[in-house]
């Protein structure tokens, strides 16, 4: 009997003590909740962390200070003995702390994200060092808020020739103008594409030539390119020369400047 009167005692001070909390939070606007992207540091140098981590802010909000205080209040409850009481409580915690779940109607309420988002809007096929380049934006805070951006499917990810282009997810491009503007953005796959268009018979040991690059490496791009179905080999005796795919001539004629921005 006088272990759970004591047990009571200890939770009605434990009540008391939030609701005073409460009352003194109505009269604090905000708080301040930031969240950070940790990523490992290879250094083992004075001064670092044991574990050696290294933490980024990401993004900073406010929220009302009631609902930072009612959080731990939830916290404070979770360590009581009454588990139904708290479990009735945690069902409302991510509610009550002001936590806000990402979607794709808010995802674009973060200035970062916006900011990268416009940019891939503007410079389709563009990668993640010149995002990070144009933006300012580290790589690692980067690649947090790119991946929000592909999990609510804002942007899309196309990977060619070992390189990871982004694009505007439900945009106005096809797969084939998708395809194109990437390769349109490597140096070689571009003068080549360009070289064939002129529309002469040309093989291998003739782009190598005009484009100052061996030979080997003008290989290694045609058949990445032709995997592309974006120019097929014709036999000419010796020779394989090359064209353009008929569905792709007047695409890459069109092509406007900022396919071309690398």
Same mark, same amino acid.
């Given at each position: 009997?006088e =272990? +759970?009167? %004591?047990? &009571?005692?200890?939770?009605?001070? @434990?009540? !008391?003590?939030?609701?005073?909390?409460?009352?003194?939070?109505?009269? %604090?606007?905000?708080?301040?909740?930031?969240?950070?992207?940790?990523?490992?540091? =290879? &250094?083992?140098?004075?001064?670092?962390?044991?574990?050696? /981590?290294? *933490?980024?802010?990401?993004?900073? #909000?406010?929220?009302?200070?009631?609902?930072?205080?009612?959080l731990? *209040?939830?916290? =404070?409850?979770?360590?009581?003995?009454?588990?139904?009481l %708290?479990?009735?409580?945690?069902?409302?915690?991510?509610?009550?702390?002001?936590?806000?779940?990402?979607?794709?109607?808010?995802?674009?309420?973060?200035?970062?994200?916006?900011?990268?988002?416009?940019?891939?809007?503007?410079?389709?096929?563009?990668?993640?060092?010149?995002?990070? @380049?144009?933006? !300012?934006?580290?790589?690692? %805070?980067?690649?947090h808020?790119?991946?929000?951006?592909e999990?609510?499917?804002?942007?899309?990810? =196309?990977?060619?020739? !070992?390189?990871?282009?982004?694009?505007?997810?439900?945009?106005?491009?096809?797969? +084939?103008? +998708?395809?194109? #503007?990437?390769?349109?953005?490597?140096? $070689?796959?571009? @003068?080549?594409i360009?070289?064939?268009?002129? !529309?002469?018979p040309?093989?291998?040991?003739?782009l190598? /030539?005009?484009? *100052?690059?061996?030979?080997?490496?003008?290989?290694?791009?045609?058949?990445? $390119?032709?995997?592309?179905?974006?120019? /097929?080999?014709?036999?000419? *005796? +010796?020779?394989?020369?090359?064209? #353009?795919?008929?569905?792709?001539?007047?695409l $890459?004629?069109?092509?406007?400047?900022?396919?071309?921005?690398?």
């Open positions: 009997m =272990q +759970k009167t %004591t047990t &009571s005692i200890l939770s009605l001070t @434990k009540a !008391g003590s939030l609701l005073l909390l409460f009352i003194v939070a109505l009269h %604090t606007p905000v708080a301040l909740a930031a969240e950070y992207y940790v990523t490992p540091s =290879q &250094s083992d140098g004075v001064g670092m962390s044991a574990t050696g /981590e290294r *933490g980024q802010e990401v993004e900073l #909000i406010e929220i009302p200070y009631w609902r930072f205080v009612l731990i *209040g939830v916290a =404070q409850i979770s360590s009581s003995p009454e588990f139904i %708290t479990f009735k409580y945690l069902r409302f915690a991510p509610v009550l702390g002001g936590v806000r779940r990402i979607n794709r109607s808010n995802v674009l309420n973060n200035s970062s994200r916006d900011t990268i988002f416009n940019i891939i809007r503007s410079v389709p096929g563009i990668h993640l060092n010149r995002i990070s @380049k144009d933006t !300012g934006i580290n790589l690692g %805070t980067l690649r808020h790119i991946d929000i951006l999990n609510e499917k804002v942007i899309m990810a =196309q990977r060619i020739n !070992g390189k990871v282009r982004f694009f505007m997810n439900g945009s106005a491009y096809s797969d +084939k103008e +998708k395809t194109l #503007i990437s390769l349109l953005k490597n140096d $070689i796959d571009r @003068k080549i360009y070289e064939i268009l002129k !529309g002469h040309i093989n291998n040991n003739s190598a /030539e005009k484009l *100052g690059v061996c030979a080997s490496t003008v290989s290694w791009h045609l058949k990445h $390119i032709r995997e592309k179905e974006i120019i /097929e080999m014709n036999k000419d *005796g +010796k020779n394989n020369n090359y064209n #353009i795919c008929p569905d792709y001539y007047h $890459i004629e069109d092509a406007s400047d900022n396919w071309l921005e690398v």
